[in-house]
């Protein structure tokens, strides 16, 4: 039986996503490509390890053990990666990070520019996700950090505050339900929405409406939430966008924002990760600025010169503090 680091990615890929070909584009594989290692998997452990069925791909009791273990081997893996970072020198660090659509967009800019400003020599691979798949890749080893919301369960990782996110109505100020100071969303599926193009967000309104028993009726979609807000100011469709970008377009565009009544419209978004102990030492830094535990912390990708703090810190002189 011999699997490499690539099969065990696609296999993890594939179980979290429920599909072979997703699976695949996660990993960065052509579809024929993926097929074949998974069954050149299978045939090498003499045993199935899929299930492919119309509701999708679902791990056998061997794939699910194949979980078990494929996690474990890329949670050492980031241990041994973020380990060895402390003893490289001159060489840059990822932390793989996954958001979903409002985080994105609306909160994680601003915290993220002034750490990355001050660690020029660490990366971000920042994703956009469903809370749900984050939950799944996080656990799975596939991002070492996430963003997600309270509607979905973190199924035993380590949460953290993050920020409140609150979704409100975007409509032209001369529409009637401007004159409205809250508004259930139910009352709301029988007008038109301009809605995200893609997007977590786009999915998690539209499974609302769904949960509902009705569809919602886009008329256009767009790639962004100022795009909503230009639509919804010219009376093409109404939007749902988080509160800040609201606030933000309507000091240039004559729209009026309306407070959602359904308890689904305001999240708590958290930080989630497997344990503290599972964080690199520059993951465990991003964390605590995002959190603002620590918001001015500074972490190196490999170590200078002088002294070591309790945490593998190198301490910088009065001239780097901050």
């Known amino acids: 039986m011999r699997f ?8 993890l ?57 494929a996690r ?12 060895l970072s402390e003893y490289a020198k001159g060489i840059r660090t990822t932390v793989r990070l996954l958001a979903n659509t409002a985080a994105m967009a609306e909160y994680l800019p601003a915290r993220l520019a002034p750490w990355l400003a001050l660690h020029p020599r660490i990366d971000v691979d920042l994703k956009e996700r469903q809370s749900s798949d984050i939950v799944k890749a996080v656990s799975g080893g596939l991002a070492e950090i996430g963003i997600i919301s309270d509607a979905v369960d973190p199924a035993g990782l380590t949460l953290q505050p993050f920020t409140v996110d609150r979704l409100v109505l975007v409509t032209s100020r001369d529409d009637d339900l401007a004159k409205e100071k809250s508004l259930s969303f139910l009352n709301l599926l029988d007008r038109d929405f301009a809605g995200l193009a893609e ?6 309104v539209e499974g609302q409406a769904n949960r509902s028993g009705k ?13 909503i807000c230009r639509m ?26 309306v407070r959602l009544a359904d308890s689904w419209a305001t999240r708590r978004l958290s930080l989630c990760f497997r344990s503290e102990t599972d964080l690199t030492p520059v993951a465990a830094a991003l964390a605590a600025h995002l959190t603002g535990r620590e918001p001015h912390r500074s972490v190196s990708a490999a170590p200078q010169p002088g002294r070591r703090g309790r945490d593998g810190e190198t301490s910088r002189g009065p001239a780097a503090r901050r």
């Open 232 to 257: 919804a100011a010219h009376r093409v469709g109404i939007g749902i966008v988080p509160e800040p970008a609201a606030r933000r377009c309507r000091r240039s565009m004559p729209i009026a924002l």
């Open 4 to 11: 490499d680091l690539t099969d065990l990615r696609l296999f």
């Open 72 to 83: 474990l081997v890329f949670r050492q893996l980031s241990q041994m990666q973020g380990e």
């Open 199 to 204: 997007g977590a967000l786009h999915d998690y």
């Open 13 to 69: 890929a594939v179980v979290e996503t429920g599909s072979i070909t997703r699976g695949a584009e996660q990993a960065h594989l052509s579809l024929p490509a993926a097929s074949e290692r998974l069954r050149e998997m299978e045939r090498s452990g003499g045993v199935r390890l899929l299930d492919r069925g119309r509701r999708g791909t679902v791990p056998t009791a061997a794939g699910e053990a194949l979980v078990h273990h």
């Open 215 to 227: 569809r919602l009726k886009v008329r256009v979609r767009v790639r962004t939430f100022e795009g």
